[in-house]
């Protein structure tokens, strides 16, 4: 009785197909088709994706995702601030400001209605007889008003900064750290205004947070060891600018400068082995501290 020929082996996603070639995982036959290049050999579809799943995804040294190289965050917030902005702009269309301010045609200076509702006010009196302001419990205001701006040259000026800053510092700390430093920041600065300045003076920008970059980006690069040498000339003309320039909330720039310097220190110096438990806790004490301040100056101010 003669023996039946060996029968060739197929691929095992495609049965019509020989192949002598077999995964070096799983060691199922596979066809050029289905073939994907491995540090040895060639592994089938399945053996990849699963290699995948158990492979730990990549981490910046302060233990944020790398997709903070794309810079999405910066992108997203830039465009919210544009986006208030045109709504600003919208919501004055029957006053007397050409684009939302009212200077230079309405490049600069001078408020809206939006800017009115969203600005850091501590207390004031509004012309029907009513008190608004953060001390009546408006205390979305100090989370908006880094959103608004008086004026596009404003607008501007804060967008350039945070496109050079914000991409730097997402692709160093990841999305969600840089996004809680600029947050936090930008809190810190409106606490600080709505705390330090005068009640009836109403406050509002980005540059708050903005301030709290600059601070995260010297941490951060002292942290890794670069050359700071040309963030602090830009940092001491900034605040400069902040005690001469008529109009500026130099507790705003100061407060977010110191915030955001606090919460730099913790994302960069949080030890590797409880990093994200150090990073959140301490965030969450910073604004546990935010919010005491605030409470203690609306207990200041009770009407």
Same mark, same amino acid.
């Given at each position: /009785?003669?023996?039946?020929? =060996?029968?060739?082996?197929?691929?095992?996603?495609?049965?019509?197909?020989?192949?002598?070639?077999?995964?070096?995982?799983?060691?199922? =036959?596979?066809?050029?088709?289905?073939?994907?290049?491995?540090?040895?050999?060639?592994?089938?579809?399945?053996?990849?994706?699963?290699?995948?799943?158990?492979?730990? =995804?990549?981490?910046?040294?302060?233990?944020?995702?790398?997709? @903070?190289?794309?810079?999405?965050?910066?992108?997203?917030?830039?465009?919210?601030?544009?986006? !208030?902005?045109?709504?600003?702009?919208?919501?004055?269309?029957?006053?007397?400001?050409?684009?939302?301010?009212?200077?230079?045609?309405?490049?600069?200076?001078?408020?809206?209605?939006?800017?009115? $509702?969203?600005?850091?006010?501590?207390?004031?009196?509004?012309?029907?007889?009513?008190?608004?302001?953060?001390?009546?419990?408006?205390?979305?205001?100090?989370?908006?008003? /880094?959103?608004?701006?008086?004026?596009?040259?404003?607008?501007?000026?804060? /967008? $350039?900064?945070? $496109?050079?800053?914000?991409?730097?510092?997402?692709?160093?700390?990841?999305?969600?750290? +840089?996004?809680?430093?600029?947050?936090?920041?930008?809190?810190?600065?409106?606490?600080?205004?709505?705390?330090?300045?005068?009640?009836?003076?109403?406050?509002?920008?980005?540059?708050?947070?903005?301030? @709290?970059?600059?601070?995260?980006? +010297?941490?951060? /690069?002292?942290?890794?060891?670069?050359?700071?040498?040309?963030?602090?000339?830009?940092?001491?003309?900034?605040? #400069? +600018?902040?005690?001469?320039? =008529?109009?500026?909330?130099? !507790?705003?720039?100061?407060?977010?400068?110191?915030?955001?310097?606090?919460?730099?220190?913790?994302?960069?110096?949080?030890?590797?082995?409880?990093?994200?438990?150090?990073? #959140?806790?301490?965030?969450?004490?910073?604004?546990?501290?935010?919010?005491?301040?605030?409470?203690?100056?609306?207990?200041?101010?009770?009407?």
């Amino acid at each position: /009785m003669s023996e039946s020929p =060996p029968t060739a082996p197929v691929c095992y996603r495609h049965p019509g197909r020989e192949t002598y070639v077999r995964c070096t995982r799983c060691e199922r =036959p596979i066809c050029p088709d289905c073939m994907r290049d491995a540090s040895v050999g060639h592994q089938c579809p399945e053996c990849v994706t699963e290699g995948r799943r158990a492979q730990r =995804p990549a981490r910046t040294v302060f233990g944020g995702g790398t997709a @903070g190289r794309q810079g999405y965050v910066t992108k997203a917030l830039v465009a919210l601030n544009v986006l !208030a902005m045109l709504i600003s702009i919208y919501s004055d269309r029957g006053g007397d400001s050409v684009i939302g301010g009212s200077g230079f045609g309405g490049l600069a200076g001078g408020g809206t209605p939006i800017t009115n $509702w969203g600005s850091v006010l501590g207390l004031a009196m509004t012309p029907s007889g009513e008190l608004e302001g953060v001390a009546t419990g408006d205390y979305y205001r100090l989370i908006t008003a /880094m959103f608004l701006h008086y004026g596009v040259i404003h607008l501007l000026m804060n /967008m $350039w900064a945070l $496109w050079v800053l914000g991409r730097t510092l997402e692709a160093a700390l990841g999305p969600a750290r +840089f996004l809680a430093l600029y947050l936090i920041a930008g809190i810190g600065g409106n606490v600080a205004a709505y705390v330090f300045s005068s009640p009836n003076t109403a406050t509002a920008g980005a540059s708050t947070a903005i301030f @709290g970059l600059f601070a995260g980006l +010297f941490v951060i /690069m002292r942290r890794l060891g670069r050359d700071t040498s040309a963030v602090i000339p830009v940092l001491v003309v900034n605040l #400069a +600018f902040t005690f001469l320039a =008529p109009g500026i909330s130099i !507790a705003g720039h100061l407060g977010g400068l110191v915030t955001g310097a606090a919460m730099s220190l913790l994302l960069a110096y949080a030890p590797p082995s409880r990093r994200t438990l150090v990073q #959140a806790v301490g965030g969450g004490l910073i604004l546990l501290g935010l919010i005491f301040l605030t409470l203690a100056r609306t207990a200041a101010l009770a009407i």
